[in-house]
């Protein structure tokens, strides 16, 4: 499957009370796709085969296997028979450290013991952020605008979208996929490669929030996050540890703050005081 093929079409029959008939449906393309870094395979992840460079790159970040995009020198994306592998090549230290981290992960899986440090390890400490104020109009506008940020969705109802919202609630970056996680690593990859200060805005999803989104998101020094849906308690734990501004089920009209840091509660309060 090529890259940058993210739609296919199948014939289907409708079925319906009143009879059937023959329809061609459009499919969103989901592939196998390799994160090999310095020549060592590390993850496969089921995506969309589109904007991989930034998946890449947002992937390694949000995940702790670079700390700064500068550490990636080079990034080839390459088809294959089976999928798409992505090569990158990275420093010297960021690759001792996966190789650390992937040594340690083989003794715990492989030992069959006790699993007390495998849990412990499961949820990696939150990075701390400094939350925006964000208006409740600014975050309607950004759902507004989504659907039409989806292209993909429009055709397929089968893929997420995360995008990258102003304060005023423009878009004004969006990325989406067949994974919720992916589309979020897409945007934010997509955020630095273009040098863009992520706080001076915010990031909506349109899957839940999970504790993931939330790492990803407090990894990358977004201070808020939105979510279509709705957050786990481990997302609103972890999003009150860390200082993000945590929405959810933001819909049409409505939305939920699961999180509001003490700072942008009292600007909020200060605003509507003046």
């Known amino acids: 499957m090529s890259a940058g093929r993210t739609r296919s079409h199948q014939k289907v029959n409708i079925r319906r009370a009143d009879g059937c008939e023959l329809a061609e449906d459009c499919i969103a393309v989901e592939v196998p796709v390799a994160l090999v870094y310095n020549g060592i395979?590390?993850?496969?992840m089921m995506a969309t085969p589109a904007d991989l460079e930034d998946f890449a790159l947002g992937f390694?970040?949000?995940?702790?296997?670079?700390?700064?995009?500068?550490?990636?020198?080079?990034?080839?994306?390459?088809?294959?028979?089976?999928?798409?592998?992505?090569?990158?090549?990275?420093?010297?230290?960021r690759l001792a450290e996966l190789k650390q981290?992937?040594?340690?992960?083989?003794?715990?899986?492989?030992?069959?013991?006790?699993?007390?440090?495998s849990l412990s390890q499961a949820i990696r400490p939150v990075a701390a952020v400094q939350a925006p104020h964000i208006g409740d109009d600014a975050i309607q506008?950004?759902?507004?605008?989504?659907?039409r940020h989806q292209p993909l969705q429009q055709d397929t109802g089968a893929t997420h979208g995360a995008a990258w919202c102003g304060f005023d609630g423009r878009?004004?970056?969006?990325?989406?996929?067949?994974?919720?996680?992916n589309a979020l690593d897409k945007l934010i990859g997509a955020l630095v490669r273009d040098g863009v200060d992520l706080?001076?805005?915010f990031a909506l999803v349109s899957s839940r929030a999970s504790y993931e989104m939330v790492q990803k998101s407090c990894s990358a020094g977004?201070?808020?996050?939105?979510?279509?849906?709705?957050?786990?308690?481990?997302?609103i734990e972890q999003a009150r540890e860390a200082g993000?501004?945590?929405?959810?089920?933001?819909?049409?009209?409505?939305?939920?703050?699961?999180?509001?840091?003490?700072?942008?509660?009292?600007?909020?309060?200060?605003r509507a005081a003046g």
């Open 101 to 117: 981290r992937r040594r340690n992960l083989a003794g715990r899986t492989g030992c069959g013991l006790c699993g007390t440090e």
């Open 171 to 181: 878009i004004r970056l969006a990325r989406e996929d067949v994974g919720r996680h």
């Open 41 to 44: 395979s590390h993850a496969v």
């Open 244 to 270: 993000l501004l945590l929405v959810g089920f933001a819909r049409s009209g409505r939305h939920l703050i699961y999180n509001q840091p003490a700072s942008t509660a009292k600007a909020k309060k200060a």
């Open 222 to 235: 977004i201070g808020c996050l939105v979510a279509v849906s709705a957050p786990t308690s481990l997302a």
């Open 199 to 201: 706080s001076r805005g």
């Open 60 to 93: 390694s970040l949000t995940e702790g296997i670079l700390r700064s995009p500068d550490e990636l020198y080079d990034l080839e994306v390459r088809e294959e028979a089976a999928g798409i592998a992505v090569q990158l090549e990275i420093s010297a230290q």
């Open 141 to 147: 506008r950004a759902l507004a605008e989504l659907q």
